[in-house]
């Protein structure tokens, strides 16, 4: 069987580069400019070579059609929700600490000139206020000569227990062909000959008891007795007057989403952030942390699948990544193309 060839930018922890593994592709090097996440690609033997350095120090022109697929996903802050509030911050392509990202993933195409690239990103890469990067993937892909197809697609309806929306790019050399979006196979019902959504109980029944020292945790720091009252699958809008509260605690999405958000065991969780909070979920339907175990299985990385660092940083690491059924399922499209 030929062992197609991915040169991983951004590669984080590994997740876009786990599924292509699974699905027969052979990452021949990754990078990223954070050292834990390159030593987690280390330390699960995901690429033959792992650089850590800012992509804009290094270049792949020895690599110049060698390569069959590149895959990756600049960082997303630019592109999130966040900065619709953090109106003190600049955003898109001129992000102060990340606006570079997006032009440097297309530098490298046009160095390696691969058959194939996978981009990946938040939602709000396609939010009307990000208009200037989308147009500038969109012309730079055609300049290079690649047919592009791309959508927001929800993880939960390809049978990730998240419902997790991400951007997804793929480019296809103009000589080869397009690339067709793999078919959804999973909904909230199960209708249409789709499977159920899977949720967070098919995936954590076994994690479902409280450690001796999560007893001692509060999550939602000073609003843990409000949140043990929050039912499953709600969060703070609970304590609204528009939620029928009598004595209402909170206005009407006063607050992020996630503030006191609780899992419901009948449903996929919501997205995993990559930032750890005391009071920002999703959390544990016992009124508890998840943990690092919890959100690997929520984000389909195996069980066996080491990630270095504190709980913080694997926390980050996990919640930044493609999910690798996702990757996986991606990969297996695009090794029909190529």
């Known amino acids: 069987m030929k062992s197609y060839k991915v040169i991983s930018l951004y590669a984080g922890c590994g997740?876009?580069?786990?599924?292509?593994?699974?699905?027969?592709?052979?990452?021949?090097?990754?990078?990223?400019?954070?050292?834990?996440?390159c030593e987690t690609l280390v330390e699960n033997n995901i690429a033959g070579e792992v650089i850590h350095?800012?992509?804009?120090?290094?270049?792949?022109k020895k690599y110049k059609g060698k390569i069959d697929v590149v895959i990756g996903g600049p960082p997303c802050p630019p592109y999130s929700q966040t900065r619709h509030y953090l109106t003190e911050k600049k955003k898109g392509l001129e992000d102060e600490g990340a606006g570079f990202a997006v032009p440097e993933y297309f530098r490298v195409i046009k160095e390696v000139n691969p058959k194939?690239?996978?981009?990946?990103?938040?939602?709000?890469?396609?939010?009307?206020?990000?208009?200037?990067?989308?147009?500038?993937?969109?012309?730079?892909?055609d300049k290079l000569g690649y047919n592009i197809t791309y959508k927001v697609i929800n993880t939960a309806n390809y049978g990730v227990p998240q419902t997790r929306k991400r951007f997804i790019c793929v480019g296809v050399k103009k000589s080869i062909g397009e690339f067709v979006f793999p078919e959804e196979t999973h909904?909230?019902?199960g209708t249409n000959k789709k499977t159920?959504?899977?949720t967070c109980k098919d995936v954590l029944s076994d994690f479902d008891f409280i450690l001796p020292e999560e007893k001692k945790q509060k999550p939602?720091?000073?609003?843990?007795?409000?949140?043990k009252i929050i039912p499953p699958g709600n969060n703070y809008l609970f304590f609204t007057e528009k939620r029928g509260c009598k004595k209402p605690l909170f206005k009407w999405k006063s607050r992020y989403w996630t503030f006191l958000l609780k899992l419901s065991p009948d449903r996929p969780s919501w997205t995993i952030q990559a930032s750890f909070s005391n009071n920002q979920g999703p959390f544990h339907w016992r009124n508890r942390f998840l943990r690092i175990e919890e959100i690997k299985r929520l984000q389909t990385f195996d069980d066996n699948y080491i990630l270095k660092g504190d709980f913080k940083e694997q926390w980050r690491q996990t919640g930044n990544a493609v999910p690798p059924l996702i990757a996986e399922i991606f990969a297996n499209k695009i090794k029909k193309i190529i």
Request: glycine share 10%.
């Open 15 to 37: 997740g876009l580069d786990l599924g292509f593994k699974k699905a027969g592709f052979k990452t021949v090097v990754a990078t990223d400019n954070w050292g834990k996440a």
């Open 53 to 60: 350095d800012d992509i804009r120090n290094l270049s792949f």
């Open 116 to 141: 194939v690239f996978l981009f990946e990103n938040v939602d709000g890469f396609m939010f009307k206020t990000h208009q200037e990067a989308l147009n500038f993937l969109i012309e730079k892909s």
């Open 187 to 189: 909904n909230e019902k």
């Open 196 to 198: 159920g959504w899977v």
């Open 220 to 227: 939602g720091s000073k609003d843990y007795e409000l949140l």
